[in-house]
């Protein structure tokens, strides 16, 4: 099982990156998630092409479970999460992958931001987006027991969806 986790906060090494790779490890304890951190990346997002930002698409296509993670901002998801969406392709780009969308923010205002911003777009690229999505307060998330608790309660539906996924996907 290849499980990533997709972070589009423009601080490098940010508390996004954390709830994230927890809720990853959360779903699958077993496997070590590969980070993708897309500030890294910086300007080469804008341009079609760059090797490092294919390589990092191959990766998030080819996995089963992805944990696609932004802060809050304007009341939806970075631009440079979005950045990254485009470039996959529209309808198959991610297909056969378990998306996970996430997000963190400073109050519950926004606690359906994704769902109803974040998921729609992982479904138009190909994604299978049948976990609900997670909002997180970005104070408190490594002590109030949210992402146990979601952990515990999708992990055996994230397996069995995720590995059904790709299998479908390769027959």
């Given at each position: ?25 959360g ?8 980070v ?80 109803l911003?974040?998921k ?52």
């Amino acid at each position: 099982m290849t499980v990533t986790v997709v972070v589009g906060n423009p601080k490098p090494a940010s508390r996004t990156l954390t709830a994230a790779t927890l809720v990853a490890r959360g779903l699958r304890p077993e496997v070590e998630p590969t980070v993708i951190d897309l500030v890294e990346f910086g300007p080469a997002l804008l341009s079609w092409g760059d090797p490092a930002v294919a390589d990092a698409v191959r990766a998030v296509a080819g996995s089963e479970l992805v944990v696609f993670a932004s802060p809050t901002f304007k009341a939806t998801y970075t631009g440079l999460l979005k950045l990254f969406l485009e470039q996959f392709e529209g309808g198959t780009g991610l297909e056969g992958v378990l998306a996970v969308p996430m997000m963190l923010g400073a109050g519950p205002a926004h606690a359906l931001a994704p769902d109803l911003l974040l998921k729609p777009v992982l479904v138009e690229i190909g994604a299978t987006a049948a976990l609900p999505g997670l909002y997180l307060s970005d104070r408190t998330f490594t002590e109030d027991g949210v992402i146990d608790r979601y952990s515990g309660r999708w992990r055996s539906v994230a397996q069995a969806l995720a590995h059904s996924s790709k299998a479908a996907n390769h027959a």
